[in-house]
């Protein structure tokens, strides 16, 4: 699972029609600090998430393994929003 932050959406008026229905969402993968570090990608969103939210997200195979993505063309999926975080003893992340 990746630690990522949604930064936006992605709307596709065209796309495969397994893809009918699901929220697609830019997140930016983040560090145990909430602050970015790496390139935005797209991922769909099975927890009802929002902009800035620091989320939990799988990918690869595993991003088929919800109720909501199972057998669909997807391989990132928001399948978690966060609370908080804690890393060598101190918690570095909570939702306010």
Not at 4 to 27: C, N, W
Not at 41 to 56: P, Q
Not at 77 to 85: A, F, Q
Request: net charge negative; proline share 3%; glycine share 12%.
């Amino acid at each position: 699972m990746l630690i990522a932050r949604v930064e936006g959406s992605a709307v596709s008026t065209i796309k495969d029609p397994e893809l009918t229905g699901i929220k697609l969402l830019v997140v930016r993968e983040a560090g145990v600090d909430g602050e970015p570090t790496g390139a935005a990608f797209v991922a769909a969103d099975a927890v009802g998430a929002g902009l800035g939210e620091l989320v939990l997200v799988a990918t690869g195979s595993a991003a088929r393994q919800t109720k909501l993505t199972r057998e669909r063309p997807l391989d990132a999926v928001i399948m978690g929003i966060l609370d908080s975080l804690e890393a060598g003893g101190d918690v570095t992340f909570r939702k306010s």
